[in-house]
């Protein structure tokens, strides 16, 4: 088991984490749809059909998302993985109430991505308090 494994495994953990095989299934399903909607609105912002205040808070969210496992397992810093998974969280319900007078399916195709990241959210938040 190599560092970040062994560093993961014996943190202290509430009874209801899921097992860490659940973290991929999960994680491919949500970027084939962040991927599909995410671009939708990068299409539309090159159309010139919506503003940039619009896309802002897609590109905050994928840099959150993208810089939390290198926080989380590479830095190993509970407390900086905490903030940045709530970041995640607030910038994924920004985004989708900008677009939502624009193209509501974009909404409606985040709230499997919002129902994980608010279950990861409080999973982080309690780790980070168990571990603290």
Do not use: C
Request: net charge positive; hydrophobic share 60%.
């Amino acid at each position: 088991m190599n560092n970040t494994q062994s560093w993961y495994s014996e943190l202290i953990k509430p009874t209801w984490a899921p097992p860490s095989w659940l973290f991929g299934p999960v994680w491919t399903v949500l970027y084939v749809l962040i991927a599909i909607s995410f671009g939708r609105v990068f299409v539309l912002f090159f159309q010139k059909k919506i503003t940039f205040i619009v896309l802002l808070p897609f590109i905050l969210n994928l840099f959150f998302n993208f810089i939390f496992s290198p926080i989380q397992f590479q830095l190993q810093d509970n407390l900086l993985a905490a903030i940045d998974i709530l970041l995640v969280l607030a910038t994924l319900v920004w985004a989708m109430i900008a677009i939502f007078p624009h193209a509501r399916w974009i909404t409606y195709i985040q709230i499997p991505y919002l129902i994980w990241v608010s279950f990861a959210t409080v999973l982080q938040l309690t780790i980070t308090y168990l571990n603290w």
